[in-house]
């Protein structure tokens, strides 16, 4: 049998309401920001292969880091498969919003590092993870979310 994702609101048929679970996507901010301009005070060119004619490059090993993290297709089955966030849904991330947080955290072209721990260092948002692992045995693609939480909880308790 097939059924619509569980503990979501569904639209019709086999549509679940996703409408809470991007919106907290987008409160962490998924995407590169960079402390520096890109074009370093030089006149700006909208010729080259990235904006403004550079790129925001990075080693073997920092890429290596992102590796489990940017292959997250957000389908929400290891949100949905979390009893925390079946509890508190409208306040706790949930495990996929997590992991794409913390694959911005781990980048090294990112900026705003100190800024996305301190937005995330709150009871709900973060700390309802109990490590049930649920969302782990979930993902259709074998990713791990729950070691994305965990990282983020230790990058928070490196920083207090």
Known sequence: KVYPLPHMFVVKDLVPDMSNFYAQYKSVEPWLQADAPMNNGEEVRHTGPAPYGNEHLQSVEERKKLDGMYECI??????????????????????????????????????????????????FKLYRCHTIMNCTKTCPKHLNPAKAVAGIKLKLSQAH
Not at 93 to 108: C, F, H, K, N, T
């Open 74 to 123: 957000l389908c929400a089955c290891c949100s949905t498969s979390c009893p925390s966030y079946w509890w508190n849904a409208d306040r706790y991330l949930g495990p996929a919003v997590l992991m794409q947080a913390y694959r911005w955290i781990e980048d090294s072209r990112d900026g705003q590092t100190a800024k996305r721990l301190a937005k995330l260092d709150d009871p």
